[in-house]
């Protein structure tokens, strides 16, 4: 079959890129002597998941526990939820999980980690969790230059039912970008990695100054990464104590965010949607405005960094030439409105690429994707926890 003759809209994801992707994070990660533990969030597939594994992936990472269940039922073992978890109903979950598998996950309030600890030690358990720390994104995490967030980790190190084997941050404010006048993209990339891991370290020592047994012991997992901040990443040592495990998620399919970060180029985005012009017409003005068979629920409305529009389309999927014309510039739920600028090519009936803002969300949107080399489709790759938010 040809990806021509795929209805549209159609995610695909071309097989040479995902490949070159996977291995080249793979290599990063040997260079700097840390164990990848992809974020699963972006692909949610079992199969991409068991081509991270074939590269030399060691467990898995997942924000909720239902990503998990889909994951451990296809006999993966060792999962990692990067998430504060909080209620019997999702710890009851877990519970039954760890028959199966190595479940750890994030904790980062003393109500959370109290609720856990009840629960598992009444289900006579002990399940291993992650101190998820807080190096400048601001989202969740206790501080890391907090002497109260040692104080915590030190607690929870304390209570029944709970293991502490590590702590976790995610730098999300990598994709930020330039915080002053005069820094360029890469040079801010490298402050929040380096931010990223010297903060961590510094934190793993407050934790061994404190007595938290895994810092202690020398086995305390100290987990980094995001795509981004994982660009310029270097590993270093520090009183003993070095970076053990990356989870990039967004690193498999890139996206325009990606390619506007300075990421990567339009060359390493492995996954497009496939659209169809449906209706052509002429603005006041002249211009031409044409309509795609893809809109918010395939494009979604993210926005990626300093992007005009919705997405790239691209010239030509096979050069990854993108047609800087024609600009995505609105989404109704099923339309995506295209602006084009002096006139196209495009007409009625042609098929377009376009490489989406943020690829994660759009995985989401789809029950398949499709695995193409050049036009051909090998294969249909199943989203096995689509919507598994819960
Ligand atoms: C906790 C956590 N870890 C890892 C990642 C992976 O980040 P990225 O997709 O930039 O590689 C994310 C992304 O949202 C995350 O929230």
Redesign the pocket.
Known sequence: MFASDLPTPAVLIEKSRLESNLAAMQSKAKSEGVAVRP?T??HKSVFIAGLQQDHGAQGL?V?KVGEAETFAAAGFTDIRL??ALYGDEKYARVSKLLATCRISFCVDTREGAQAASDFFSKADQIVDVVIETDIGYHRCGVLWDNPESVAFAKWVDGLPGLRVCGI?T?A?HAYYGPQSEGETLAESLKRVSNQERDRMLEFAVGLRDAGVQAAVKGDLEISI????S?RYFTNTTHEGFRITEI?????VFHDKTQVNLGVCSWEDCALTVQATVFSKHKNDDGSERLFLDSGKKVLTSDGAYKAEGFGQIMYDSKAMVPMPHAVINALSEEHGWVRVRGGSTLNVGDTVRVVPNHS?VVVNTQPVMYLVDGENVVSTIQVDAQSKVV
């Open positions: 974020h969030k972006t990472t924000a990067a998430y976790l995610h999300g990464g995001s795509t981004p994982l989870r990039p998620g967004n690193y994660c």
